[in-house]
Structure formats: C-alpha cells, structure tokens
C-alpha cells in the first residue's frame, strides 16, 4: 500500500486488519485428536506436549475410545468414541493405542472414514536423511532409525529403540523400548516387539507375529506365531 493510499477514510484499518489476519494465519496451530485415551495415549499426551517447539505448532484438541470409563484419563477433553468420530478437514489425528492388532484395525477404520493421520517425530531422535517414514508413524525420544530405513504407516517406535541400517517395519507394527533390529531385518505389518527384544541382521518376522520381552530372534519367525526367549521360540497356548 502506497503511503497517500492511508489518507483514503478506513484505509489504515483496512491494512491493520489484514496485518492482523496474516499474524494470526502464521500462529496458527494445527490441531490433534488422540486415539485411544489409555495408558499410552496418557503417556503420548505427556511425551508429545514436552518436546521443544511443540507447542508452538500443535495444539490437542482431545482424545476420543472406545472405553466411556476412561473420559478423565488423559488431561484433555475427552470427545467421544472412535465410532463415532468423524474425521474434521484440517484435524490429524495420533493413533495412542498400544496394541498392534487393534491400533491396525483402528488406523484402517478412521481411514476409510477420511481421516489423516500425523506423523510426529520427537526432537531428540536420530532420524537419517535417507530413511523413509509413512504417514501416521510415532517416533519417541532417543530412537533411532538408521540409515535406508523404512517405516510402513502407522508404525510405534519408543524410546531407545534401533532401527538399523536397511530395516523395513510393515504398517501398524510396535517396536517397543530398547528393542535393537539388526540391518537388513525385515518386519512384517502388525507385528508386536516386545521391550529389549532383538532381531538378529536380515531376518524375518512374519506380520502379526509377536516376539517376548528380551527375546533374541535367530532365525526368522513365520507369521502369526508369538515367541519367547533366546533363541526365540514359539509359544504353544
């Protein structure tokens, strides 16, 4: 605007206010909807709101389950069910449930419904230039996701988990804390990595499968089967 244009009556606040509504465009914060009000999505609510510049970028609208009783369980507004939600234009949304089986049939059931999914990597996780990270994945502090890996959608890595150099991880697996997966591993979709298991270099866990707490992977592990120990081995129920 030229300067003798402010001497046109209402010129000036005319310029004021689209000063005020490009400052209010820039702040804006994008909003997230957690799903699942558990213990992780608890646990993603405080992870999340601590880390630098979060705040800055995202705001929590709330949390929607399944499970009425858990309405008080996370500190945000609780906005019903998972059923019922419908997916707004411009709301991602953070799958918090722990489960691979049912945060799959979750992720897929909001997604046919339109909804999209954020993917949120926390400041402090070594993330290499060349690894590939799908839509919705959650990366907790001090993880690591090497070099040429690749994280199908959906995809839960905790803290201090490794992701080595070449991995691929299926949509809507868990990799629990401290779980180590050697180079080349290939893991299937929906697969279930307990706390401080490991994968030896280029094995295979099959999708859905489920490896114990501390558990070693020598060999590869059809799909389906839950194993436990070192080696690993299949549990019979």
């Given at each position: 605007?030229?300067?003798?244009?402010?001497?046109?009556?209402?010129?000036?606040?005319?310029?004021?206010?689209?000063?005020?509504?490009?400052?209010?465009?820039?702040?804006?914060?994008?909003?997230?909807?957690?799903?699942?009000?558990?213990?992780?999505?608890?646990?993603?609510?405080?992870?999340?709101?601590?880390?630098?510049?979060?705040?800055?970028?995202?705001?929590?609208?709330?949390?929607?389950?399944?499970?009425?009783?858990?309405?008080?369980?996370?500190?945000?507004?609780?906005?019903?069910?998972?059923?019922?939600?419908?997916?707004?234009?411009?709301?991602?949304?953070?799958?918090?449930?722990?489960?691979?089986?049912?945060?799959?049939?979750?992720?897929?059931?909001?997604?046919?419904?339109?909804?999209?999914?954020?993917?949120?990597?926390?400041?402090?996780?070594?993330?290499?230039?060349?690894?590939?990270?799908?839509?919705?994945?959650?990366?907790?502090?001090?993880?690591?996701?090497?070099?040429?890996?690749?994280?199908?959608?959906?995809?839960?890595?905790?803290?201090?988990?490794?992701?080595?150099?070449?991995?691929?991880?299926?949509?809507d697996s868990v990799v629990e804390a401290f779980v180590f997966l050697g180079?080349?591993?290939?893991?299937?979709?929906?697969?279930?990595?307990?706390?401080?298991?490991?994968?030896?270099?280029?094995?295979?866990?099959?999708?859905?499968?489920?490896?114990?707490?501390?558990?070693?992977?020598?060999?590869?592990?059809?799909?389906?089967?839950?194993?436990?120990?070192?080696?690993?081995?299949?549990?019979?129920?």
């Open positions: 605007m030229a300067d003798g244009d402010y001497e046109r009556p209402g010129a000036r606040l005319a310029e004021l206010a689209r000063l005020k509504r490009i400052i209010a465009e820039a702040n804006e914060k994008t909003p997230l909807v957690l799903v699942g009000a558990g213990d992780l999505g608890r646990e993603v609510y405080a992870r999340i709101t601590c880390w630098p510049g979060f705040n800055d970028k995202y705001k929590i609208a709330g949390v929607i389950d399944d499970d009425l009783s858990r309405d008080k369980n996370v500190a945000t507004p609780f906005l019903g069910t998972i059923a019922d939600y419908q997916p707004t234009p411009g709301v991602l949304l953070v799958n918090s449930i722990g489960a691979s089986r049912t945060r799959a049939r979750v992720y897929a059931a909001l997604k046919a419904k339109g909804g999209k999914f954020a993917t949120l990597i926390a400041p402090n996780a070594t993330v290499c230039q060349d690894a590939e990270i799908g839509e919705g994945a959650l990366v907790f502090d001090n993880a690591v996701i090497s070099a040429n890996a690749k994280l199908g959608e959906d995809v839960l890595v905790h803290n201090m988990a490794v992701v080595g150099h070449d991995v691929t991880v299926g949509n180079g080349h591993a290939e893991i299937g979709a929906g697969v279930q990595l307990h706390t401080r298991s490991t994968v030896l270099p280029s094995m295979k866990v099959g999708d859905n499968a489920v490896v114990g707490v501390s558990s070693t992977c020598l060999t590869d592990i059809p799909q389906g089967t839950t194993v436990f120990g070192t080696p690993a081995k299949p549990l019979k129920f």
